[in-house]
């Protein structure tokens, strides 16, 4: 099973600033790596995948970078509806699909 | 309106057993590959099952094989997950979730993702 390992386990920006979020996998998984946002009460929500591609709909302040084991999330200039719970995820060997343990990025 | 409902949550005893489903709506249903991706109260998310559209294959986490059983019915735009032998440790809510595809190639990430139906098992 490949592990995935998010850091910080907590991120606290300021309102226009920029956030960096990174993940790890415990093996290579190329470039089959997305990021999810999930905000209180809400099913999460597609960002990225393929480790840098944007989802449809996602506005061009995220940002993903990275191949094999270390990724980044970086969002340019935060806004306020970008404060919320952020996962990595690895579909490049499966099963089973695993997640990293989640980002929660938070107001300064 | 492209979405998924889940549905069937509710309060089992330990060792009981539930059912719940996921309703499609607003796209091909059948064409899709469907998961179910759990999240336990204040936790992180945790994959569970996975079926290919025509449910010929079929994968599970290790943490509920032979206990939990996916299926579809194409004809009904509907996912299912059998839950049987249920332990405290199942308590999350549970998301029915869609593989993305685009441009004719899909990824094992989910682009579409329901509400959630909450599973507690508890004496």
């Known amino acids: 099973e490949i592990v995935m390992t998010q850091s910080p386990a907590t991120l606290s920006v300021s309102p226009g600033e920029r956030a960096t979020l990174s993940c790890r996998a415990s093996q290579s998984v190329s470039v089959n790596l997305a990021w999810h946002q999930q905000k209180p009460g809400q099913a999460p929500r597609l960002l990225i995948y393929g480790a840098s591609t944007r989802a449809t709909g996602i506005p061009a302040r995220f940002s993903g970078s990275g191949s094999g084991t270390e990724f980044t999330l970086t969002i340019s200039s935060l806004q306020s509806e970008d404060f919320a719970v952020y996962y990595c995820q690895q579909y490049n060997n499966w099963p089973p699909i695993t997640f990293g343990q989640g980002t929660r990025l938070e107001i300064k | 309106e492209v979405q998924l409902v889940e549905s069937g949550g509710g309060l089992v005893k330990p060792g009981g057993s539930l059912r719940l489903s996921c309703a499609a709506s607003?796209?091909?249903?059948?064409?899709?590959?469907m998961n179910w991706v759990r999240q336990a109260p204040g936790k992180g998310l945790e994959w569970v099952s996975a079926?290919?559209?025509?449910?010929?294959?079929?994968w599970y986490a290790d943490s509920v094989k032979g206990r939990f059983t996916i299926s579809r019915d194409n004809a009904k735009n509907s996912l299912y997950l059998q839950m049987n032998s249920l332990r405290a440790e199942d308590t999350a809510v549970y998301y029915c979730a869609r593989v993305y595809c685009s441009g004719g190639d899909c990824y094992s990430t989910f682009d579409l993702w329901g509400q959630g139906t909450l599973l507690t098992v508890s004496s």
């Open positions: 607003g796209f091909t249903f059948s064409t899709y590959s």
């Open positions: 079926i290919s559209s025509s449910s010929g294959y079929i």
